[in-house]
């Protein structure tokens, strides 16, 4: 699938690195959304934006810092994580609200 | 806050057999309820959704039925093969927040041949 992609798809860093991710959909979505998803526990939104708006802040550590330059990017800016923050970060996008969610492969963080 | 429950945590069945995941919501304004299938290593991937106007939808072996009173919403696999074993997660949309969906925990089906 292409319509969703994320870079990297894994990425080891250490707790004073800096790093982004980046997500792309191709899919003239409106909508796109960060996710993490550690084991045993479910999605948890972390951030959404709708027409380079950010709309949603789950209440996110500023450690995670988003960015949404035009409605088919995302990054998502990374600095001073923690080990815990090690988990499967997930993009998504959607038409509009409520409309379904294409999500992207994930880029496996490992936080040492 | 907003809450979906989901069970069970584990599901195992044997091939041919119907498979039943159950979910509770605790937003009673939510009104779109979607089920994302998960196999190992790759992404979530919408399977079949249901708005609040109808209480029941259907694709070929899979249905979702939606009791808006009860708060409660459940996925049918019927006929299982191999291949449908993944991890099954819910969600509700949360209303007043505009594209937010919140997740069940997941359930972990288990298909053997």
């Known amino acids: 699938e292409t319509g969703v992609t994320q870079t990297p798809r894994h990425l080891v860093m250490g707790m004073t690195n800096k790093k982004s991710l980046k997500c792309e959909q191709h899919?003239?979505?409106?909508?796109m959304y960060w996710y993490k998803q550690s084991a045993k526990k479910p999605l948890e939104l972390m951030f959404v934006?709708?027409?380079?708006?950010?709309?949603e802040n789950n209440s996110v550590p500023s450690r995670f810092s988003p960015e949404c330059p035009n409605s088919s990017h995302l990054f998502l800016h990374l600095h001073t994580l923690q080990p815990e923050d090690s988990a499967l970060y997930l993009c998504?996008?959607?038409?509009?609200?409520?409309?379904?969610?294409?999500f992207g492969p994930g880029t496996r963080l490992l936080v040492l | 806050g907003e809450n979906v429950e989901q069970h069970p945590s584990t599901l195992s069945v044997q091939e041919g057999d119907s498979a039943v995941i159950k979910c509770t919501y605790s937003?009673?304004?939510?009104?779109?309820f979607p089920w994302y299938k998960q196999e190992l290593g790759k992404r979530p991937q919408l399977i079949i959704d249901?708005?609040?106007?109808?209480g029941e939808k259907k694709d070929q072996r899979i249905a979702v039925t939606l009791n808006k009173t009860a708060k409660h919403f459940s996925l049918h696999i019927t006929e299982t093969q191999p291949e449908d074993s993944a991890v099954y997660f819910c969600?509700?949309?949360?209303?007043?927040?505009?594209?937010?969906?919140?997740f069940g925990q997941g359930t972990e089906l288990s298909v053997k041949p």
């Open positions: 934006y709708n027409f380079k708006e950010q709309t």
């Open positions: 249901i708005r609040s106007n109808v």
């Open positions: 969600a509700a949309s949360v209303n007043n927040q505009g594209g937010k969906l919140i």
């Open positions: 899919l003239g979505h409106n909508a």
């Open positions: 937003d009673s304004a939510s009104n779109y």
């Open positions: 998504a996008s959607s038409q509009g609200n409520w409309e379904t969610q294409y």
